[in-house]
């Protein structure tokens, strides 16, 4: 549950206003007396399914990331404490990384990266380019 919180705690905050939008518009005099139940109702759906598919589908290419990573595969990571040219960060154990939990870390990088931000860096050949 910890999990789910650390990464979906954003998405809940707007999931919270689009509902306190939805309250404030059900509950005007010119609505119908079923659109607060039918409102709040179908957004509450909406945002409770979309954020979980959101989490489900994170938590599935944390996975892929790790076990790729594991195999000795390299792996990308958004590095958003560097606005230059290189936004990103190549991760794997040749390079002197390791997993510990959630996080890629290295004794010769300051900060570690999370998996949520990471995925399969796996170069396309040029014969697989649509063409």
Same mark, same amino acid.
């Given at each position: 549950m910890? #999990? ?8 809940i905050?707007? !999931?919270?206003?689009? #509902? *306190? ?20 109702? *179908?957004?509450?759906?909406? @945002?409770?399914?979309?954020?979980s ?11 892929? =990331? ?5 195999? !000795? !595969? ?15 960060? @190549?991760?794997?154990? *040749? #390079? ?5 939990? /959630? ?6 990088? =300051?900060? /570690? ?6 995925? /399969?860096?796996?170069?396309? *050949?040029p014969?697989? =380019?649509?063409?």
């Amino acid at each position: 549950m910890e #999990l789910f919180f650390e990464l979906e705690i954003v998405y809940i905050i707007i !999931g919270l206003f689009i #509902l *306190a939008v939805t309250l404030f518009v059900t509950t005007r005099d010119f609505m119908p007396k079923v659109a607060f139940k039918r409102g709040m109702g *179908a957004v509450s759906l909406i @945002l409770i399914i979309m954020i979980s598919l959101h989490f489900l589908i994170t938590v599935k290419r944390m996975n892929g =990331v790790k076990e790729i990573f594991n195999e !000795g !595969g390299t792996i990308i990571c958004e590095n958003k404490m560097r606005r230059t040219i290189s936004r990103s960060v @190549l991760i794997s154990k *040749a #390079l002197g990384w390791s997993i510990e939990g /959630d996080n890629f870390t290295s004794k010769d990088v =300051v900060r /570690d990266f999370h998996t949520s931000r990471c995925v /399969d860096y796996s170069p396309i *050949a040029p014969e697989d =380019v649509p063409k």
